[in-house]
């Protein structure tokens, strides 16, 4: 018995567009349908720090207000919890602290930033106008007194830092590790 293909582009096309309409479906679904729902959805994901689900939301509004310093704050913030690409968040939180407008945590996350990229100096600077800003409550919340120290440890390791010269390279299994190096 030979098999009737003369279905088949009608079959295909069937299955294609159930597929493709179901997953647009699934898509837009999840996504607020004009700009007042995205400000309200991602203030309430940022409120309850769901920065993650937040970050969409606040790229498509920065792409639509560049230099609005509380949208370029707050795309920064989710960076920094959800994304791997720790550098990128600085240009934001830089363009959102020349405002006075914007929140005093700012401040706080500019430091940060600058910390965990190494730029200790500039960390401290940050954290020194947030202290110089910061309400009691945020003071409070946000202490920076250990994160600056921490930063002077960093700039005192850093200064210390010295290249290491390799004698011998010997490439091993981890299992055998700790038999090809006698450990005391």
Not at 53 to 71: E, F, G, H, I, K
Not at 163 to 170: A, E, G, I, S
Request: net charge neutral; proline share 4%; with cysteine.
């Amino acid at each position: 018995m030979k098999p009737n293909f003369s279905r088949f582009p009608f079959l295909f096309l069937l299955v294609f567009l159930s597929v493709f309409l179901t997953q647009s479906g699934v898509a837009q679904k999840d996504l607020p349908a004009d700009e007042t729902q995205i400000k309200k959805q991602a203030a309430e994901y940022f409120k309850e720090k769901k920065f993650a689900d937040a970050y969409p939301l606040y790229s498509q509004l920065l792409s639509l207000y560049s230099t609005n310093p509380d949208y370029n704050y707050r795309l920064a913030v989710c960076m920094l919890y959800a994304k791997t690409d720790k550098e990128r968040p600085i240009h934001y939180l830089e363009i959102a602290v020349q405002s006075s407008d914007v929140e005093n945590l700012a401040y706080y996350y500019l430091g940060w930033a600058y910390q965990v990229n190494y730029r200790f100096s500039e960390a401290i600077n940050s954290y020194e106008k947030f202290n110089g800003k910061a309400t009691s409550s945020e003071a409070d919340k946000y202490p920076v007194d250990r994160l600056i120290q921490f930063c002077n440890n960093g700039i005192q390791q850093l200064s210390n830092f010295q290249n290491l010269d390799v004698l011998r390279k010997k490439e091993l299994s981890s299992s055998t590790f700790y038999y090809a190096y006698p450990v005391q």
